[in-house]
């Protein structure tokens, strides 16, 4: 294994770094050698080597977490390929002809357009339709206001001072198991930084970032928000996301530094496996704010992809009178499962926390919500509440909470609020009698049900969402 | 309109209907009273076609169709209505979104465009303040936290912007008071037409007084045992379902 490591980072320096990505895929397996070729693949400075060996030595010496209530066959760390160079075009699909017609049967009823199907599709296409110009006008938009928008590959060499004080402040490599792999592993992401005062001029959204689109499993991203700034960044898409790659344990850290404010949505549509409950992508992901004085972090998300979910985005609420929040619709159909919800740590006096979250369980699925409030004894006046809601589907699914609170300040408040529904024959029925069928009845119940959520989302972000929610319902019914 | 010629039916193993045989004419108004158990509810369930409402033999025409040839939303784009007894509620979907939704399926069913949503709005407004409910309505939750009049109100509204060809109201006097049983009244006299049938199923004379029915048919054991007019109703009132039995129709 490490013979073939090591012949292969040989070759890399004869060749040089750029010419040799084109082609490079490593063999499954993982040790040093492996972080170290990474490393080299992406040009890194011996800090960020170093601070990736770290990882991978913490990582060697923790077990896989079991805790979650989700249910998968044990994972082989040792049978995956941990870098895989970017797909040249003649190994894409050469247009949508060749591409799974049930993917586009998906995007059709999405109402993706054409050249963004092909681009999600991953078809080969040299200069990506109109977009370029798309992307340069945004990007220059984006210089003028000062903000740093670019992979955090490119971040590293370019922005070292800031990658360094803040890669891992807030998820350390140590963390968890999932994301000490990731910190040793880590293939690419994004990069945010928006400086002092300013309001970043547009919503920052991956799509712009279609070099990136291929990232691969191990995905990074890291936001700082300068003091009293603001910025609203999108993840994801709301097609379903073409990719070969079964496991993903990504890391998002958020830094959102005094009275400033960050606002992060996510629409998760990884591949969920067929009906039968076969393949799909396992989705172990970090994501967690760190808030200062004043500042805010709003998670919204909505979860309708992946084979297991195992996602808490979180927000520490270090700076008095910081407030975080966490919106979130989950939905599970056929076999999926999904263990999903947040952790708000108040640290700071008067600290404010809201988290609402919607799971929605169809078919043979099952959902959970996990959530954690703590209080620290220095948070005087904090305050939190929680509601949770579960929207079953049928009689063969499940839906689980499980909500820790652990409160060392007895100024705090703390409200939680759970209910547990079906949509029942009644509604149903109300809705086929006024001339609705059945799937659209459906959709419009668990839409209604998602409604508290879906107004935190960017506008044509809500729209996508609904629509979503409806493609990924489909045969729920009848 | 409509032909129901000898239905049986039954519910959770139960037969409730016995060979129920009626005709309705366009522009007609039957109401059906009866004792509890007799099955007023369930032939307004039946008609519409909801799960669990087996029928065992029978037929029935509507508009010269085969009722049970359809699916329950295929009756409802037909012009069958029924006016829930106990409406139920749809939280976080808003009024306006569900009227608009159901008025669209009907139009696209009649080969009408969909209304805009300006239109729409407009003639939603108009609707409400005819059911006496505040626009502030539209936006809420389907029945989400409605008083007992407001969904029965609200069910009213529906009717109108459907325009149903029959519609069929279960009991929909109980549980009103007399204010909110005139606004209903009203917006049902005010659709009376040629073309416009209505099934009013009560246990009260008093709905009664308000929308003038021209038949009035008694159902007991699970089918009609008397027919009358206007007069038929007072009667039930003074004297009750129990002569009837006794005379052992």
């Known amino acids: ?478 | 309109m409509l032909e129901i010629r000898e239905l049986f039916a039954k519910v959770e193993g139960k037969q409730i209907l016995n060979g129920l045989s009626l005709n309705i004419g366009p522009g007609e108004v039957h109401a059906i009273m009866g004792p509890n158990g007799s099955g007023k509810s369930t032939l307004g369930n039946v008609l519409t076609g909801r799960e669990g409402y087996e029928v065992l033999s029978g037929d029935v025409k509507f508009k010269g169709k085969d009722l049970f040839e359809l699916d329950v939303e295929e009756r409802a784009r037909e012009g069958l209505f029924l006016a829930f007894q106990y409406p139920v509620e749809i939280p976080g979907v808003s009024n306006m979104e569900f009227l608009k939704a159901s008025v669209d399926a009907r139009r696209k069913h009649l080969g009408l465009p969909e209304l805009s949503s300006f239109d729409f709005m407009k003639l939603a407004r108009e609707t409400t303040q005819k059911v006496n409910l505040d626009p502030a309505f539209l936006k809420r939750g389907v029945n989400e936290g409605f008083s007992g009049g407001e969904k029965k109100r609200n069910e009213i509204l529906q009717m109108m912007l459907l325009e149903p060809s029959l519609c069929i109201l279960d009991e929909t006097d109980s549980g009103l008071d007399i204010d909110a049983l005139q606004v209903v009244a009203a917006g049902v006299n005010a659709m009376r037409s040629a073309d416009r049938s209505f099934i009013v199923v009560t246990h009260y004379q008093r709905l009664l007084d308000y929308i003038v029915p021209d038949y009035v048919h008694v159902l007991a054991g699970g089918k009609i045992v008397r027919t009358g007019d206007k007069e038929l109703a007072k009667e039930l009132e003074a004297r009750g379902y129990g002569w009837l039995e006794q005379e052992g129709v």
Not at chain 1, 81 to 90: C, F, G, H, L, W
Not at chain 1, 178 to 190: I, K, P, Q, T
Not at chain 1, 263 to 290: A, C, H, L
Request: hydrophobic share 35%; glycine share 6%; charged share 25%.
């Open chain 1, 1 to 478: 294994m490490s013979e073939q490591v090591e012949s292969l980072i040989r070759k890399e320096y004869a060749a040089g770094f750029h010419s040799a990505i084109e082609s490079d895929t490593l063999p499954p397996g993982l040790n040093e050698d492996t972080v170290r070729f990474i490393s080299a693949q992406k040009q890194e400075p011996q800090w960020m080597l170093d601070w990736r060996l770290k990882a991978f030595r913490a990582w060697k010496e923790m077990t896989e977490p079991t805790w979650a209530h989700v249910h998968y066959p044990q994972i082989d760390f040792q049978s995956i390929s941990y870098y895989s160079a970017p797909k040249s075009m003649k190994d894409r699909p050469k247009s949508l002809d060749e591409v799974d017609p049930e993917l586009l049967a998906t995007y059709a009823k999405l109402g993706i357009p054409l050249h963004e199907q092909e681009a999600l599709a991953g078809v080969a296409v040299d200069a990506v339709f109109d977009s370029v110009s798309v992307v340069t006008t945004f990007r220059e938009k984006l210089h003028e206001a000062g903000v740093i928008f670019c992979p955090i590959s490119e971040a590293v060499r370019e922005y070292p001072e800031l990658v360094q004080k803040y890669l891992g402040s807030v998820v350390p490599q140590k963390d968890n198991f999932y994301a000490a792999l990731n910190s040793a592993v880590f293939s690419d992401g994004s990069f945010v930084y928006i400086p002092k005062g300013v309001r970043c001029p547009m919503e920052l959204s991956t799509y712009f970032r279609i070099n990136e689109l291929n990232t691969g499993q191990f995905e990074r991203t890291l936001i700082i928000a300068d003091e009293g700034s603001h910025v609203s960044y999108l993840e994801g898409c709301t097609a379903p996301m073409r990719d070969e790659n079964q496991l993903h344990a990504a890391v998002v850290e958020l830094v959102a530094l005094d009275d400033a404010q960050i606002k992060y949505s996510t629409v998760q549509n990884w591949y969920p496996g067929d009906k039968e409950g076969k393949g799909g992508i396992y989705n172990f992901v970090t994501k967690r704010g760190v808030a200062h004085k004043n500042a805010r972090i709003s998670w919204t998300q909505v979860e309708t992809g992946s084979a297991v979910t195992w996602k808490y985005p979180s927000c520490v609420l270090k700076g008095d009178n910081s407030v975080g929040e966490f919106y979130s619709v989950a939905l599970t159909n056929n076999f999926q499962q999904a263990d999903t919800g947040t952790k708000m740590i108040h640290i700071g006096k008067n600290t404010r926390s809201t988290i609402v979250a919607k799971g929605i369980s169809a078919g043979r699925s099952n959902s959970a919500y996990r959530g954690l409030v703590r209080i620290n004894p220095s948070a005087t006046g904090a305050r939190n509440y929680t509601q949770c809601d579960s929207l079953l589907i049928g009689d063969r699914c499940g839906a689980h909470t499980f909500p820790y609170i652990e409160n060392k300040n007895s100024t705090a408040v703390i409200e939680h609020e759970a209910t547990t529904s079906k949509v029942s024959d009644d509604q149903l029925f109300l809705c086929q009698q006024r001339g609705l069928d059945a799937e659209k009845a459906v959709s419009m119940i668990v839409n209604g049900f998602c409604r508290e959520v879906f107004k935190e989302l960017p506008m044509e972000f809500a729209v996508e969402a609904g629509k979503l929610l409806e493609v990924s319902l489909e045969g729920s019914v009848g």
